[in-house]
């Protein structure tokens, strides 16, 4: 069983920049892939980024160039570095984590989700 907790979302300007985090419970953390999703009201939860076991990272193509996902095995933490962010990236942001990197909502456990809202 993992337990994912997500933080650090928040109000944000247009072309401003946020940090989520996203702990994670259990001694084999290394071993999961680890993807955020958003959901924005009214439409589907879409994937953001993953990143496997071993380092490998995937991006959707809208936050190509402006989001980094990343890993720290030894805090079992995963973080998303949001930057140049639009109005429409509001969504609430869902980290999920599975024993296969998948591009689809298809993981094993799931955070309670963080808000992100880009306004000026």
């Known amino acids: 069983q993992v337990q994912l907790v997500e933080s650090g979302g928040g109000l944000v300007q247009p072309g401003g920049s946020l940090r989520l985090s996203c702990a994670a419970s259990g001694r084999t953390f290394s071993s999961y892939a680890m993807g955020w999703f958003r959901q924005a009201p009214g439409k589907e939860r879409e994937f953001v980024a993953a990143?496997?076991?071993?380092?490998?990272?995937y991006y959707a193509d809208f936050v190509k160039g402006r989001f980094t996902i990343s890993r720290d095995n030894a805090k079992n933490t995963v973080y998303l570095q949001m930057n140049s962010l639009k109005p429409e990236d509001t969504a609430v942001y869902y980290c999920a984590a599975g024993v296969v990197l998948r591009t689809t909502p298809a993981y094993d456990y799931w955070g309670q989700g963080t808000q992100v809202t880009v306004s000026s």
């Open positions: 990143i496997g076991w071993s380092g490998g990272r």
